[in-house]
């Protein structure tokens, strides 16, 4: 399989630092775990992700990352549902001839990098990529994937594991 261009990379790789599959793959039972339960594991994360040099990464970081996450997850839902407003976050425009206006990310280190992962999503938004960052909707899974389908209809993460065990828990459940 090919690999992600960088920026969906980076936004897929965010939004599943939080895993809640739970469903057994190859006969290993996966567990969902979230790899931003600390802050020290925020700050390792987008050291790991050149965003952030330097700085200390301290709880309410920590929770504005874990805000933005759950606002990006929710809008890869298959369905509608509630927006969500995002408002700790500072973002400066530029407008400079020549090049038009960009967005800016300001404030603390920390700060400055959730907010480029935010612009790196408006950016995808854009250019009509984030459409194809969906949320599975197997219950047990909820896996963020990039759904590379010519048409981008994809529903499954995976139709031979997620979409295979909703079709027989379906088919069961009809059965008399």
Same mark, same amino acid.
């Given at each position: 399989?090919?690999?992600?261009?960088?920026?969906?990379? !980076?936004?897929?790789?965010?939004?599943?630092?939080?895993?809640?599959?739970?469903?057994?793959?190859?006969?290993?039972?996966? $567990?969902?775990?979230?790899?931003?339960? @600390?802050?020290?594991?925020?700050?390792?994360?987008?050291?790991?992700?050149?965003?952030?040099?330097?700085?200390?990464?301290?709880? @309410?970081?920590?929770?504005?990352?874990?805000?933005?996450?759950?606002?990006?997850?929710?809008?890869?839902?298959?369905?509608?549902?509630?927006?969500?407003?995002?408002?700790?976050?500072?973002?400066?425009?530029?407008?400079?001839?020549?090049?038009?206006?960009? !967005?800016?990310?300001?404030?603390?280190?920390?700060?400055?990098?959730?907010?480029?992962?935010?612009? @790196?999503?408006?950016? !995808?938004?854009?250019?009509?990529?984030?459409?194809?960052?969906?949320?599975?909707?197997?219950?047990?899974?909820?896996?963020?994937?990039?759904?590379?389908?010519?048409?981008?209809?994809?529903?499954?993460?995976?139709?031979?594991?997620?979409?295979?065990?909703?079709?027989?828990?379906?088919?069961?459940?009809? $059965?008399?």
């Amino acid at each position: 399989m090919t690999s992600l261009p960088a920026d969906v990379a !980076l936004i897929h790789d965010f939004v599943n630092t939080l895993d809640v599959r739970e469903f057994r793959l190859h006969g290993e039972r996966l $567990r969902g775990h979230d790899a931003l339960e @600390t802050p020290a594991a925020l700050g390792e994360w987008l050291r790991d992700h050149g965003l952030l040099e330097r700085g200390r990464v301290i709880r @309410t970081d920590l929770d504005r990352a874990v805000r933005l996450r759950a606002a990006l997850r929710d809008s890869t839902k298959q369905t509608p549902g509630t927006p969500t407003h995002l408002t700790d976050l500072e973002i400066a425009v530029s407008a400079q001839p020549g090049t038009g206006i960009t !967005l800016v990310p300001s404030g603390t280190a920390v700060d400055a990098a959730l907010t480029r992962i935010l612009i @790196t999503a408006f950016d !995808l938004t854009t250019r009509g990529l984030w459409l194809r960052l969906k949320m599975c909707p197997a219950e047990d899974c909820h896996w963020i994937f990039y759904d590379r389908s010519r048409p981008g209809r994809a529903r499954w993460c995976s139709p031979q594991r997620c979409g295979n065990r909703n079709k027989t828990r379906t088919y069961r459940e009809r $059965r008399p």
